[in-house]
């Protein structure tokens, strides 16, 4: 039983060094290089992707508060009109 963790533990070992040689990471330090450079563009499409949902959420008259009440955001508006 002990047999399944263990090579569970040295199988994750060996993912995790194998990568780290892939991507060129022999440091801490260049560990925060190399995610910044894999994980930036990621994080900005990401930002892209969800930037016009949350325009759905924006109050209707195009002001922001600080507790959004759902009640007067442009897709509650959008959905009564469509369904109303």
Known sequence: MAWGSTLAVWGSAALVVGGAKLAGISTMADTRR?????????????????????T??????GTTKTRMNTVDTSFSKEVKRIFA
């Open 34 to 54: 190399v995610m910044h450079v894999w994980l930036t563009p990621l994080g900005d499409s990401i930002k892209d992707t969800v930037s016009p949902i949350k």
């Open 56 to 61: 759905w959420f924006a109050n209707y008259d």
